[in-house]
């Protein structure tokens, strides 16, 4: 059995910050045939001056002409990949030097493994000191276990994985509008994937006040809800109970925005109030879970001041009856 080809992809923009230590952990990646550089027309040329620092024949940068879009650019790398594996390494993240390795024995396992993946861990200055929120058990892994361990705890997906390329392209990444789109595409198309774990991180993703995630943090959990109705819908197809509870769960998450946002209405009320729902189809489906909701529908439509719905609500989030890890 021939080993597969694997490339790691990472899209750039603008931020240098950490991108000389991913680009050296990409490097460093026992197997990996190719890092791909991909940079979304930032306005320097930086990316590439540190690329052509390396001298490693394996480092293929392109620039956009324009720019795309962070999960634009994502489906842009996959597609200048030239191997049957990918991953996605954020520009500030690092990858373990045994990532290919431990998933060449998964793929032994499993020959058919489409998306392979370890614990989800984060660090901020150092992997010394980094923490992993989520485990996985080792060994190819029943989709139905991880869309309901998203139902229990709360989406929590290592955010680099390696993927079968020609699946990725099959079901590419949402590219607009912009939230943890990532998550998503784990998530909602979890039963068409052969899936493999391993009980240790193969990956760490940085946290610092800069990234993406934390200067739009307003939008980062804008696709939870169609995230877990999604979970519904296949759950439903195998007539499993807990799609009640993925239900519920998407609920719980708008329940959190309109509470969270009831004093000063400055995010939810007005997008999901406004013109920007009309043309955001992830707060759109927001918008179908509130009006079948007399509660949801309650709370959004309340005038300030009022607080009967609030106080409900409140009640309804304390009994956890919409569950909400948010």
């Known amino acids: 059995m021939d080993n597969p080809t694997y490339s790691i992809i990472i899209p750039v923009y603008k931020r240098i910050f950490g991108f ?96 392979f993946f370890g614990s989800f861990s984060i660090f901020t200055t150092d992997k010394e000191s980094a923490k992993t929120l989520r485990d996985f058990p080792s060994g190819k892994m029943d989709p139905v276990f991880l869309i309901k361990d998203a139902i229990e705890n709360g989406p929590g997906f290592s955010v680099l994985s390696i993927i079968k ?28 994937l052969n899936l493999h774990s391993v009980n240790k991180p193969i990956n760490f993703w940085r946290r610092h006040p800069d990234q993406d995630a934390q200067s739009s943090q307003a939008i980062t959990t804008d696709c939870w809800p169609l995230l877990y109705i999604d979970i519904e819908k296949q759950l439903k197809l195998l007539n499993d109970p807990q799609s009640a509870k993925a239900r519920r769960r998407a609920k719980g998450v708008v329940l959190s925005w309109l509470l969270n946002d009831y004093q000063k209405r400055e995010n939810y009320y007005p997008r999901l ?51 909400s890890i948010y």
């Open 20 to 115: 000389r230590e991913a680009l050296l952990s990409a490097l460093n990646v026992v197997g990996c045939g190719e890092v791909v550089v991909v940079d979304d027309n930032s306005p320097h040329d930086e990316f590439q001056e540190i690329c052509n620092t390396f001298q490693d024949t394996r480092i293929k940068y392109f620039k956009n002409s324009s720019n795309i879009g962070l999960f634009g650019n994502w489906n842009h790398g996959i597609s200048l990949s030239t191997s049957e594996f990918v991953s996605i390494l954020c520009s500030d993240d690092l990858i373990e030097p045994d990532a290919y390795t431990l998933f060449l024995a998964a793929f032994r396992e499993n020959p058919e493994v489409d998306v």
């Open 273 to 323: 109030s406004g013109n920007t729902a009309v043309s955001n189809y992830f707060l759109q489906t927001a918008l179908d879970i509130i009006q079948s909701d007399w509660l949801l529908s309650g709370l959004l439509k309340a005038k300030e001041g009022s607080s009967l719905y609030y106080h409900i609500g409140r009640l309804i989030r304390k009994s956890a009856y919409y569950p």
């Open 165 to 192: 390329k020609s699946k990725v392209q099959e079901m590419p990444f949402v590219e607009k509008p912009h939230s943890g789109n990532d998550w998503l595409w784990i998530y909602s198309n979890a039963s068409a």
